[in-house]
């Protein structure tokens, strides 16, 4: 069924309507522990018992339990006794805490912080710029400064955003043969689930964490092992600060927080670093030419106008903004996943 085959009844729009409510059952089914705990028991619970166990009403869990079943990521038995719910394969794989391919904290990330800053999408579409002022209270003059306005806003927003390279980051690091690197700079690695994927793809390559002092110290403390010698950690400001040499420098999800000139400005500065024969690998969903598509590179981008400077890209406008800077050689890799690369030569 498409929109187009719906003037009988809006049956897509509905759904369209009724999105977000789907999102917000996903995220307080987390945010309460569903999830975590129907994976700590070795069957399934009632009703009584998961209300009971996570302390909530008997008639808000039942509603929250049904509807998940609704949106099959719980499973529901029916016995003499009443209701018993367990996991799916999919919430025991994505959305428990505990497992290696967890997206609990990215859904986290979009309760507590893109949602509020949804609430004023139509406020960013008339004013062209992020709503930080209106969703936190605080400036948004400099978004990182904003999007880390407490030391629990940056570990969210980091968690938030490390949760989904266990699902793409194979896929962006292996779409191209990234082996004759051996020296990496990762710019912007945040809490650098990608430098690991990097790592464990090509054992004979180091990766530096080049970011922000205050987010480098917490990947040291919270998110990489120090027993990795084969990941070093850089701090300072890739706009201010002198950017080291090296083959390759990883560039994921920085250029979309960034207007063009600003892009120009740091891949300049990158080009003049890199070695003769280096590179940079940039990480970045990509929309269709002709802007048609895809819908998540889309939201993506209108996410970025509501909370930062800068927006999704076609694989034509960073190749412009590449050549711009002086790279060669330009190739694009799309991966079928939410995330592409783009390989350009010095
Ligand atoms: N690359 C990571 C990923 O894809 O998961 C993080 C991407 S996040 C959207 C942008 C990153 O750029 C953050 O880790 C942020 O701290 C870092 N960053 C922002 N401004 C920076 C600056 N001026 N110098 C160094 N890092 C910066």
Redesign the pocket.
């Known amino acids: 069924m498409s929109l187009a085959e719906d003037l009988e009844y809006p049956h897509t729009l509905i759904q369209y309507q009724n999105g977000f409510l789907i999102s917000k059952v996903i995220f307080a089914a987390c945010e309460l522990g569903v999830f975590d705990l129907l994976s700590k028991s070795e069957e399934t619970l009632s009703l009584r018992t998961i209300a009971e166990e996570l302390g909530t009403s008997l008639q808000g869990m039942e509603r929250l339990l049904d509807a998940c079943v609704g949106l099959k990521i719980l499973a529901v038995e029916v016995k003499k006794e009443g209701a018993f719910y367990g996991n799916t394969k999919i919430s025991s794989l994505y959305l428990t805490k505990s497992s290696p391919k967890s997206q609990y904290h990215n859904l986290m990330y979009y309760s507590k912080t893109i949602y509020l800053c949804w609430h004023y999408l139509t406020d960013a579409v008339r004013e062209g710029k992020n709503q930080s002022e209106r969703a936190f209270g605080v400036s948004s003059h400099d978004?990182?400064e904003a999007?880390?306005r407490s030391e629990e806003e940056?570990i969210k927003?980091?968690s938030g955003?490390?949760a989904?390279?266990s699902i793409c980051g194979k896929d962006v690091i292996a779409a191209f043969d990234l082996a004759p690197f051996t020296m990496i700079y990762?710019?912007?690695?945040?809490?650098g689930?990608?430098a690991q994927e990097c790592v464990s793809l090509y054992p004979n390559c180091t990766v530096t964490i080049?970011?922000?002092p205050k987010?480098v110290q917490t990947a040291k403390k919270h998110f990489v092992s120090s027993e990795d010698s084969r990941i070093n950690f850089h701090e300072?400001?890739?706009?201010?600060?002198p950017i080291p040499e090296a083959d390759l420098y990883?560039?994921?999800?920085?250029l979309?927080?960034w207007a063009d000139e600003k892009c120009v400005q740091l891949l300049t500065k990158v080009q003049k670093a890199c070695k003769t024969g280096g590179g940079v690998l940039l990480?970045e969903t990509l929309l269709n030419e002709d802007k048609s598509g895809p819908l998540e590179s889309q939201l993506y981008s209108i996410n970025m106008l509501v909370q930062?400077e800068g927006k999704e890209r076609t694989s034509t406008e960073y190749s412009m903004l590449l050549a711009a800077a002086g790279f060669k050689k330009i190739e694009i890799k799309k991966t079928g996943k939410l995330y592409d690369a783009i390989l350009g030569r010095k």
């Open positions: 978004i990182f999007l880390y940056m927003f980091m955003l490390n989904i390279w990762d710019l912007g690695g945040g809490a689930a990608l080049f970011d922000l987010v300072g400001d890739f706009f201010k600060d990883i560039l994921a999800r920085i979309h927080d990480v930062t």
